[in-house]
């Protein structure tokens, strides 16, 4: 049995009015529970209150007993991934195998922030102009929420820069953790909460744009957005047309294309696309085979993860066809049970089709040529939507050249771009703003503060020496006293 209580001050603790929600399993429509728990305000502030009065001390832990902390925490979800996995899956339909791989992900990225317990620095600056000596210094913000739409690993993965130097608040030593789970109006109080400092949310554009809302109405709270993506794979001529084609198949229905960065769109330059198109059919009949049963270990391809999500992935092919978009695989449900939708192969789409430009989420790949570098760049751009990128070609010269003109925060080259634990992710124009991971995940929690020391005044050469902390002393070095 799994827990399905709040968590608040270490308790686990029922919603204070009674709310529950009912958690259906996506692949065969069974109910998993009919009490998970919905938040109340009251329990909302609750929690807010235990994470700020557990700040204080967990603020003055050194930074190696923090470091101990976050090692737990990886531990046990490595300990338990196998578990872990099995809940992610009825709950959201993710296949077995790939939840497992996030979980242990997952862990590896708290792992490498308890490393940088300690570890981030200020800086200082010399009384070169204005005899002041400055020194720069990082303080934690203070209580910060991370939320998201469902029970997912990647809010274990997002928790881990916020509890290096702050307390936390999930919409998942005692108190420093919460945990709340609930509906968007929980999400809102959360939002629009006075006494938090710090909100990433990640979801929907529209979702969003009412956090962001929310959180400057509310007292100009910092917000870390991770939205939507409708990311390109720009594939040219001279490209191993199998190897971009099996990656473009893999990454559009890894977790069946409910993830925000695969690219849901390629491009093929118009000399290749009957090759490309021939591949990528063949490599979705491949991927077919292995859709079913999300808890078998085989199974490579799962349901949608909501009714309401599929509902709204068939609303958009119906639309594809109306517009005379050419399905040569799937285009339909698959199935009368559960959220399975058929791995869809979308061709002729003008760029201003729904299907290329919005956000699905969900296993549609649209395919689309060009003629022109120039054009494969204005092609790619054509979104509002600047996440992530994907290039395949031979000519790393040219592969530099457009990644440097994609509008995205991270571009892949012969490869599906992925995250890593030191480099930032995120997105531009509408996918988002903020990042994570590397150092610029954990100084997105932190406050700068710049200190002026006023200094006497000093002549040039002091001033140099006292930039640098040395003052040369009257003795030799190893000279007796």
């Known amino acids: 049995m799994f827990?399905?209580?709040?968590?608040?001050?270490?308790?686990?603790?029922?919603?204070?009015?009674?709310?529950?929600?009912?958690?259906?399993n996506p692949y065969d429509d069974s109910i998993i529970t009919e009490q998970f728990q919905v938040a109340s305000d009251e329990d909302v502030d609750a929690a807010v209150s235990a994470a700020k009065s557990a700040f204080p001390g967990w603020d003055a832990t050194p930074a190696a007993e923090k470091a101990v902390v976050m090692t737990k925490f990886a531990d046990f979800f490595e300990a338990n991934s196998d578990e872990l996995a099995q809940l992610e899956t009825v709950a959201m339909g993710q296949p077995v195998s790939f939840a497992k791989r996030m979980i242990v992900a997952a862990a590896c990225v708290w792992k490498y922030y308890a490393g940088y317990a300690g570890k981030v620095g200020g800086d200082t600056f010399p009384p070169v102009e204005d005899q002041t000596y400055k020194i720069?210094?990082?303080?934690?913000?203070?209580?910060?929420?991370?939320?998201?739409?469902?029970?997912?690993?990647?809010?274990?993965?997002?928790?881990?820069?916020?509890?290096?130097?702050?307390?936390?608040?999930f919409s998942a030593g005692r108190a420093v953790v919460n945990i709340i789970t609930g509906d968007g109006r929980v999400g809102a109080l959360l939002a629009s909460h006075m006494e938090i400092a710090k909100i990433s949310f990640t979801g929907s554009e529209g979702a969003g744009r009412q956090v962001q809302i929310a959180a400057a109405r509310s007292n100009l709270k910092r917000v870390t957005l991770e939205l939507g993506g409708k990311s390109p794979a720009v594939i040219f001529t001279d490209a191993d047309i199998q190897e971009a084609a099996i990656q473009c198949c893999d990454g559009i229905l890894r977790n069946f294309g409910q993830i925000c960065f695969p690219a849901s769109r390629v491009l093929v330059q118009e000399d290749i696309a009957?090759?490309?198109?021939?591949?990528l059919k063949a490599a979705f009949e491949e991927a077919v085979k292995k859709m079913g049963d999300p808890s078998a270990p085989a199974t490579g391809i799962g349901p949608v993860a909501g009714k309401d999500q599929m509902n709204k992935v068939l609303g958009f092919l119906e639309q594809g066809k109306a517009d005379g978009v050419e399905f040569i695989a799937g285009g339909g449900r698959a199935g009368d049970k559960g959220n399975f939708v058929r791995p869809t192969l979308a061709?002729?789409?003008?760029?201003?089709?729904?299907?290329?430009?919005?956000?699905?989420?969900?296993?549609?790949?649209?395919?689309?040529?060009?003629?022109?570098?120039?054009?494969?760049?204005?092609?790619?751009?054509?979104?509002?939507?600047g996440l992530g990128a994907a290039i395949y070609t031979r000519d790393i010269a040219r592969a530099l050249r457009v990644a440097g003109q994609i509008e995205a925060g991270t571009v892949g080259i012969n490869g599906a771009f992925a995250t890593s634990y030191n480099t930032p992710f995120g997105g531009w124009k509408q996918s988002g703003y903020g990042r994570e991971l590397g150092l610029e995940g954990i100084k997105a929690y932190l406050h700068s503060k710049t200190i002026h020391v006023k200094v006497p005044s000093l002549g040039k050469d002091q001033v140099l020496r006292t930039g640098i902390n040395l003052r040369r002393s009257s003795r030799q070095p190893f000279e007796d006293s």
Do not use: M
């Open 3 to 24: 827990e399905q209580n709040l968590s608040i001050n270490g308790k686990f603790v029922p919603s204070s009015r009674g709310q529950t929600l009912t958690v259906v």
């Open 136 to 169: 720069v210094q990082y303080e934690p913000l203070g209580l910060r929420p991370w939320l998201q739409g469902t029970p997912s690993s990647s809010s274990q993965a997002k928790s881990h820069r916020c509890l290096w130097t702050n307390t936390v608040v």
């Open 274 to 279: 009957p090759q490309v198109i021939s591949a």
């Open 347 to 385: 061709l002729d789409l003008t760029l201003t089709s729904k299907l290329y430009r919005e956000e699905l989420f969900g296993p549609v790949l649209a395919v689309s040529t060009f003629e022109t570098e120039a054009e494969a760049i204005k092609f790619a751009n054509f979104t509002p939507y």
